[in-house]
């Protein structure tokens, strides 16, 4: 049913946040998919270079993505 389908979506929602605020860079991502912030917002709020950004932000996802196998 529509129920199930959401609340198994609002868990799998959570499992992932849940799962980024472990990692190191977690907190990129945040700022880059949920704040919608450009790599060089990013990298001025964290003093670091918008390309480090960029790296960060892929190795963090590629990390989330083996974890979420």
């Known amino acids: 049913s529509k129920t199930d389908d959401k609340s ?6 959570i ?11 977690g907190h990129l991502v945040v700022d880059k998919y949920l704040n919608n912030y450009s790599a060089k917002e990013i990298g001025i709020k964290n003093g670091i270079h918008p390309e480090t950004v960029r790296i960060k ?4 996802l590629e990390s989330l993505r083996r ?3």
């Open 8 to 13: 198994e979506t609002q868990m799998a929602i």
């Open 15 to 25: 499992e992932v946040m849940d799962e980024i605020d472990r990692l190191k860079d």
């Open 57 to 60: 932000i892929k190795k963090t």
């Open 67 to 69: 974890k979420m196998k």
